[in-house]
């Protein structure tokens, strides 16, 4: 990203923050592609015969940020994970209603494995993820925080390194043993 247009979503953040709505909409152009191609990567997991899209989880993204007012935007890599944070709740809440015995979904779980967390295999039972990545964030907040941005934000290991504020490397052992501690926890 250049960095005028870098400087250019820092300041539409800060004036947001600021109370400018406008600011939302200026900046939503800008990450656009960023949200999108996150949501598309969480999406191509998500099982065939689920009827969200990913423009449609997008816009459920920005529907809701239009709530975050109180936020103290820093950049684009802390927008990014607020972001992945909403996709994740958007995604577990319809997974929840998907799964309700008032819409009929009962349907059965496909476990967790490392094949699943690094590809794009369908078919991950999103509530028992949520239940599990809670329960690490008890743990290891941190470890879980690093799902959450990998696995949900669709963020690189640099990406993720930038808002957690850590090295790479730091990303890199989160990863591997948060994806080892889920397996656990999903056996």
């Not at 598309?40 to 065939?48: Q, T």
């Not at 459920?60 to 994740?88: I, K, P, S």
């Not at 930038?162 to 591997?176: G, K, M, N």
Request: proline share 3%; with cysteine.
């Amino acid at each position: 990203m250049a960095g005028e247009s870098a400087h250019d979503i820092t300041g539409l953040l800060r004036a947001w923050s600021e109370g400018d709505e406008s600011a939302l909409d200026s900046l939503m152009p800008l990450l656009y592609d960023d949200l999108h191609r996150a949501a598309h990567s969480y999406m191509a997991r998500e099982a065939p015969d689920n009827t969200l899209q990913t423009t449609a989880l997008v816009n459920e993204v920005y529907l809701r940020l239009h709530g975050a007012r109180d936020v103290d935007w820093q950049n684009r890599g802390h927008f990014l994970a607020v972001c992945a944070t909403l996709m994740r709740r958007i995604l577990t809440d319809f997974a929840r209603a998907r799964r309700s015995l008032k819409r009929g979904g009962t349907a059965g779980h496909v476990p967790l494995d490392d094949a699943i967390l690094v590809s794009n295999s369908p078919r991950v039972d999103l509530l028992e993820l949520d239940e599990a990545l809670t329960n690490l964030a008890a743990v290891d907040p941190r470890q879980a925080r690093v799902v959450e941005l990998r696995f949900f934000g669709g963020l690189s290991v640099q990406e993720t390194a930038e808002v957690l504020q850590v090295s790479p490397e730091t990303v890199h052992r989160d990863w591997r043993l948060a994806k080892d501690w889920l397996l656990r926890e999903l056996a």
